[in-house]
Each structure stands twice: as C-alpha cells, then as structure tokens.
C-alpha cells in the first residue's frame, strides 16, 4: 500500500528556519515524482513545487521559487520542504503528493499534511 | 499562467441529485485536466484525471468531461458523503500546475 506520511505539526517565530518531511513506503521511492501543496488557512491549494528522486531534478512554481527549497534523501524515502526565513505569511497546512504515475501530470497519494504555524 | 475558474462558487443540493461544476481554462490545455474532491480535515482526493479517466476506487457516480478549457465534473445520485470542496487542476503546463478556487458543496 502507497503511504507518505509526514511530520508533525510546528510552531515557530517569525525568521526562524524550518524543515518538514514527507516519507513514502509501499512503492518505489527514486521513481514517482513528489509534489508539495500549500493551503492557507480558509483557502485554496496551491502548488509549490515537485522533485524526482531519482535524480533530485526539482521545479518551482514562479510564486514559491528562492522561498523554499524542496529536496529529497531516496536512501531513507524522505521528502523535504525547508525554509530559511519563516514569516507569518508561511501559516498553512502543506501537503505532500505523490505522482498516480511514473508521470508527472496526475498525484493520486497525498500525505496526512503538516500544520505550520509562524506567529511572534 | 494558465488561470483556472470554476463556477459556481458553491452549491446546495439534495441526496439523489445530480450536480455539476464547470472549470474554464484561460488557454487549452487539451485534456490535462484533474479534479479533486477534499473534505474538512482531509487531504485533498484525486477523483478524475485526464479529463475524463475515473481514478481508481472513486465511485462511478463522478465522472468528468471537457477538453481544450471547458470542463465539467458530474456527480450523480448524490450521497451525504460528497459534500466536500471540489477543485479543477490543470497540468498542461506541468509541473506549473495550477487549481481552480474551489466549489464548495453542500448536501441538503
């Protein structure tokens, strides 16, 4: 059974640095594309970016590129999202998403989500 | 940017209903067009792919339809389970996807 599970919720302040995780199990990890989704509170989705493991070939969406910094570890099936410089704006609820396929057009597996919340 | 609107907004309806939303794209995108079903609480749910493809273990009372930008998700015999947001997504231009606002369902 296809799985990502992610980490925990966070609370931090305004310019501290922050990394969350996506791991995947029951498939092969380096060969799906992993996509991240931002939704902040009361609102619509938003795609951030995706990257493939198996190479960490990673894209942006314009609107989140030199924001975050996606990347993945395939020798533990983990995916990242990390900012340096958290501000308000970033308190959302974000979602990993795997690819139904081995393309990147369709993301059928979506993690549980992990809350973060960045208030002084 | 390819801009995705659905209409309506939001809609009210009765259990055995039949619905639909309507996704317009701001330029074709053929058919690369997914709809998603999310819940309060929940992770968003990949419902139809590819225009028009049911993806596997969804109901067979959603079906979707369209290609080039108008698109349309249909539900019907509602049940009280789909009430829920629904959103279009375009992966014409992947991987810089963009989604529809949103329509927010209620069932009666």
């Known amino acids: 059974e296809v799985q990502l599970v992610q980490s925990g919720a966070e609370v931090k302040k305004p310019g501290e640095s922050l990394k969350i995780s996506c791991e995947g199990s029951?498939?092969?990890?380096?060969?799906?594309?992993i996509g991240w989704v931002r939704q902040m509170p009361g609102k619509g989705l938003e795609w951030m970016g995706i990257?493939?493991?198996?190479?960490?070939?990673?894209r942006y969406s314009p609107s989140f590129q030199g924001q975050v910094t996606i990347s993945a570890d395939k020798s533990i099936s983990t995916a990242y999202l990390q900012w340096s410089n958290l501000r308000a704006s970033d308190t959302a609820m974000y979602y990993c998403?795997?690819?139904?396929?081995?393309?990147?057009?369709?993301?059928?597996?979506w993690g549980q989500g992990t809350l973060v919340t960045v208030s002084s | 940017d390819i801009q995705m609107t659905q209409s309506p907004s939001s809609l009210s309806a009765s259990v055995g209903d039949r619905v639909t939303i309507t996704c317009r794209a701001s330029?074709?995108?053929?058919?690369?067009l997914n709809w998603f079903q999310q819940k309060p609480g929940e992770a968003p749910k990949l419902l139809i792919y590819a225009a028009s493809s049911l993806q596997s273990g969804v109901p067979s009372r959603f079906s979707g339809s369209g290609s080039g930008t108008d698109f349309t998700l249909a539900i019907s015999g509602l049940q009280p389970e789909d009430s829920a947001t629904y959103y279009c997504?375009?992966?014409?231009?992947?991987?810089?996807?963009?989604f529809g606002q949103g329509t927010k369902l209620e069932i009666k």
């Open positions: 330029l074709k995108i053929d058919t690369y």
């Open positions: 998403a795997r690819g139904r396929s081995s393309s990147w057009y369709e993301y059928a597996y």
């Open positions: 997504q375009q992966s014409y231009t992947a991987p810089q996807y963009t």
């Open positions: 990257i493939y493991p198996g190479d960490s070939d990673t």
């Open positions: 029951g498939y092969t990890f380096n060969t799906y594309w």
